[in-house]
């Protein structure tokens, strides 16, 4: 696919980054302290927009690792961002 143009809408936007070289996926940041209560779901910003090329896909998954420590996960696995968005990246998160 090549490079992915990455459009940081704040200053508090942190670019994703990949922890290993080779890591399949980038590691997304949020842009705000969030507090999520137990058993509740909530939209968290990036302050990221992404342009992606026709017919591709982006997408969202909870690491194995925040689920474990913290609880959180996505309600429904995975998120999906389709190459027609254009707009703010939002996480779903869920709290158990």
Same mark, same amino acid.
């Given at each position: 696919?090549?490079?992915?143009?990455?459009?940081?809408?704040?200053?508090?936007?942190?670019?994703?980054?990949?922890?290993?070289? +080779?890591?399949?996926?980038?590691?997304?940041?949020?842009?705000?302290? +969030?507090?999520?209560?137990?058993?509740?779901?909530?939209?968290?910003?990036?302050? /990221?927009? /992404?342009?992606?090329? !026709?017919? !591709?896909?982006?997408?969202?998954?909870?690491?194995?690792?925040?689920?474990?420590?913290?609880?959180?996960?996505?309600?429904?696995?995975?998120?999906?961002?389709?190459?027609?968005?254009?707009?703010?990246?939002? /996480?779903?998160? /869920?709290?158990?």
């Amino acid at each position: 696919m090549g490079i992915l143009p990455i459009k940081l809408l704040s200053e508090n936007a942190i670019l994703p980054t990949r922890a290993n070289p +080779t890591d399949s996926g980038l590691d997304l940041y949020v842009a705000e302290d +969030t507090t999520i209560l137990a058993h509740s779901t909530k939209v968290v910003p990036t302050h /990221i927009a /992404i342009d992606l090329a !026709y017919g !591709y896909e982006a997408q969202v998954r909870a690491r194995s690792g925040l689920a474990l420590k913290k609880g959180l996960g996505l309600p429904n696995g995975i998120g999906t961002i389709d190459s027609d968005y254009r707009g703010e990246l939002k /996480i779903i998160l /869920i709290k158990q």
